[in-house]
């Protein structure tokens, strides 16, 4: 017997199937997905793989399997969707398998683990009583000393990091602390444990409301008699979708079954687990990105053991290896975070349907904004829809309103805040309110152009305007991070007239401050978004000190409840609106209606949408909060233009520093590609990408429209790029991608 080995590596040559010998000594162990250790290469050296098929035959085995390790391989299942994968989204075997594995796998990384990591620990050094009364008779009185010594009451023994992001206080509090004998800081092994072990209540299931009750009684009959089906809870942002998600995962308790729960990664925040740790405890799972490898390490473990049940994570934790699957929900399901947009390009939601079907189980989807692509599904009663009209908390939608920009330069505003919105940041600011500026641009001005000659200052790397950055005055390239020092003459024409245009959250956070010179802000997109849980510190600042004001991109718009906010304002609702994208005005529409439901959960909230089209009919059903009409409208234009979900988009990118090998290899690639084209395609001719040089990378690209991606569909496009000539030359970089999340 033989086997077909994936050797576990990044190396670009060992990326193919190798043949073993099996030993017949393993013949009854050995299993399709068995992790093996094969010789590879010269010497005795063993390098780790998985078999991926058995064969009687092989011309090329010479070497037999030496090892087989039962711990960390995979599944039969693994390996089926792995191949799966790799032909539907254009890559190899091994790219997908690593997606199904636990980080640190290799040999080497298993050994590196083993060695744990030290780190220090805080415990109280007196009795609770005692340090009470020290308090009581004002011994210990600075706020920052009584607040970590609160904390250590209710959590003793805390890892010094978590200590300081919990309280806020600095490090050198805590060497007072120590020198003053209330506190002593033990160094010892650092349990991985991705939350600070924090006292959370315990939650119960709530009365459903009629609305929820129908939705939860249709996909629990799916639960209790093991069916596969598909199902979009449609409800607004309140409506209580996420009480059904828990209610349902209850079920799957009961039933001993396992639970997966996909969330955009910036909707991994305490607040979201908390409420899940209050109702099930520590059979919940979190995966996302700033676990450590060990940490990751750990929480794959649990789940595969069955310690953990409810696996709540990214895109990724699609692949977590529970052992009894029962349900998988996919939340904000119109969020563009589970379509990957590096190698393997895979779309979590496809995948899951998949997995769900598999495991005989529902796969549930819910958004207060579907994409239009799932909604039409609905439609065409292929998923079945539970629609959620009201706010289970009862609170109220807020009311929007629409500034025309076009106006405010007439009567004499050349800021980027209308009057309209002034005026209302200074009555939030009387009735010390919270307020959130929205604004999906960072740094200072966009581009830096000469009055005279017209020359915009371009990235060196990529053929895109660099934007000025205030802070640290320097002009930086959003593509490849390239940065140099600002221009104040133009290096063509010499002229001083270089002005800069275009605003950025920096630019308006300085706006801000001239209009209202006593406000406080806080500012939050991927400048300031930088250290480790930062994204939080930001968030629970502006809530917990009460800042007056909160300017942010796109980062802002999910996760947090900030219950004191009643502002919400958009300051440019354009930006999105005009991209080269298909989906551009449905991202736009669900962007500001999400923003919009931002203002005011609990009280009445206002929203104002700044543009320069109030005409624009995601403008207009935004303002409405109506994405039913959205909906119709939106969907019409797509099948008139031969857009998703009527058509799919194949995007086939070319990519490399020899412009000429680019422009042969996809002229080549295009014609093998009309040499066996079907009816239901339109295939275009090679161009430029509309960003056609990043990192000193040309860009081409060549577009198919296709009236659905089938089996034939796939095989055609495999053809035509895997040709010899293709193959040798190995500057261009091809890329496949269906239906990508930017056409840029
Ligand atoms: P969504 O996920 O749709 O945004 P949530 O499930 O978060 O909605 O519910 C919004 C708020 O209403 C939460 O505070 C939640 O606890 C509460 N809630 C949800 N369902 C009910 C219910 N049936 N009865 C009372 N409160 C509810
Ligand atoms: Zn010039
Ligand atoms: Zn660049």
């Not at 602390?177 to 349990?191: A, P, R, S």
């Not at 706010?391 to 980027?416: H, Q």
């Not at 002229?667 to 009816?679: A, C, I, T």
């Amino acid at each position: 017997m033989y086997a077909e080995v994936i050797i576990n590596s990044n190396a670009k040559d060992l990326n193919r199937i190798f043949d073993y010998i099996v030993p017949n000594c393993m013949e009854n162990t050995i299993k399709i997905g068995a992790r093996v250790f094969v010789p590879f290469g010269k010497g005795s050296k063993l390098a780790d793989g998985f078999v991926i098929n058995f064969k009687d035959e092989s011309e090329f085995a010479n070497k037999e399997i030496a090892k087989i390790e039962i711990e960390n391989s995979l599944t039969e299942d693994n390996i089926i969707l792995a191949k799966l994968m790799a032909r539907k989204y254009f890559c190899n075997i091994s790219d997908c398998i690593k997606l199904m594995l636990p980080p640190g796998t290799s040999s080497k990384e298993i050994n590196n683990r083993v060695k744990e990591k030290t780190g220090n620990f805080v415990f109280l050094n007196k009795q609770v009583d005692e340090i009470e009364i020290l308090i009581e008779e004002r011994k210990i009185k600075r706020d920052t000393h009584i607040k970590v010594l609160r904390f250590l009451e209710k959590n003793d023994g805390v890892y010094i990091s978590d200590l300081e992001t919990v309280t806020e206080v600095s490090k050198a509090v805590f060497k007072t602390l120590e020198k003053n004998g209330y506190i002593k800081i033990v160094e010892k092994q650092i349990e991985r444990n991705p939350f600070v072990n924090k006292k959370i209540e315990k939650d119960n299931p709530k009365k459903l409301t009629e609305e929820q009750q129908k939705c939860f009684d249709g996909i629990n009959f799916c639960i209790q008699n093991n069916e596969f089906s598909k199902n979009l809870i449609y409800g607004i942002t309140g409506s209580g979708k996420t009480e059904i998600y828990m209610q349902l995962i209850g079920k799957i308790l009961e039933k001993e079954k396992d639970a997966i729960m996909l969330v955009p990664e910036i909707s991994l925040t305490p607040q979201m687990v908390d409420r899940f740790l209050a109702r099930f405890g520590d059979v919940v799972a979190v995966l996302h990105s700033k676990l450590s490898d060990g940490e990751r390490y750990d929480e794959w473990q649990n789940i595969a053991s069955g310690k953990k049940k409810i696996v709540i994570g990214a895109r990724s934790a699609i692949f977590a290896p529970v052992k009894n699957l029962g349900i998988i929900i996919i939340d904000e399901e119109h969020d563009m975070s589970y379509k990957a947009e590096n190698t393997p390009r895979y779309n979590a939601k496809d995948l899951a349907k998949y997995i769900a079907e598999k495991n005989s189980c529902p796969l549930v989807l819910g958004s207060a904004t579907p994409d239009i692509t799932t909604m039409q599904s609905a439609k065409e009663n292929e998923i079945t829809l539970y629609t959620l009209k009201n706010r289970a908390n009862k609170a109220k939608l807020p009311i929007v309103d629409i500034v025309d920009m076009r106006n405010e330069l007439a009567i004499g505003n050349r800021s980027m805040i209308s009057f309209k919105l002034q005026d209302e940041i200074n009555k939030n600011l009387e009735k010390k309110k919270q307020t959130i500026l929205f604004l999906n641009r960072r740094g200072y001005s966009t581009f830096i152009m000469c009055r005279d000659c017209g020359y915009v200052a371009k990235c060196k790397n990529c053929n895109i305007s660099l934007t000025y950055h205030m802070s640290e005055n320097k002009l930086k390239c959003h593509y490849c991070g390239y940065e140099r020092s600002t221009i104040k003459e133009c290096p063509e024409c010499q002229s001083k007239k270089v002005k800069y245009f275009g605003t950025g959250t920096q630019k308006l956070e300085n706006e801000v401050h001239k209009l209202f010179p006593n406000v406080s802000t806080i500012r939050m997109d991927l400048d300031t978004v930088t250290k480790k849980n930062s994204h939080e510190e930001i968030l629970n600042k502006f809530k917990n000190e009460n800042v007056d004001i909160l300017i942010g991109t796109q980062m802002i718009v999910k996760g947090h409840h900030f219950p004191n906010v009643t502002l919400v304002g958009v300051v440019s609702a354009d930006n999105s609106l005009n991209m080269d994208d298909y989906r551009a005005v449905e991202r736009t529409f669900q962007t500001l209606v999400q923003v919009s439901g931002r203002a005011g959960r609990e009280e009445n909230g206002n929203v104002i949408i700044q543009t320069y089209n109030p005409d624009h009919y995601a403008i207009i059903e935004a303002q409405k909060q109506d994405y039913d009409l959205f909906y119709n409208q939106e969907i019409s234009l797509r099948k008139m233009l031969k857009y998703p979900p009527f058509y799919d988009i194949i995007l086939i990118s070319f990519s490399g520093k020899n412009l000429n090998q680019i422009k042969n290899i996809s002229n080549l690639v295009h014609k093998r590609l009309l040499s066996v084209q079907n009816d239901n395609m339109s295939i275009y001719k090679p161009v430029p990408s509309p960003v056609d040089k990043i990192q000193n990378n040309y860009r081409w690209r060549i577009i198919i429209k296709s009236s659905k991606v089938t089996s034939k569909v796939l095989d055609i496009i495999n053809y035509a790029i895997n040709d010899e000539k293709i193959k040798k030359s190995k500057e261009v970089k091809i890329t496949v991608d269906i239906n990508p999340n930017t056409m840029n």
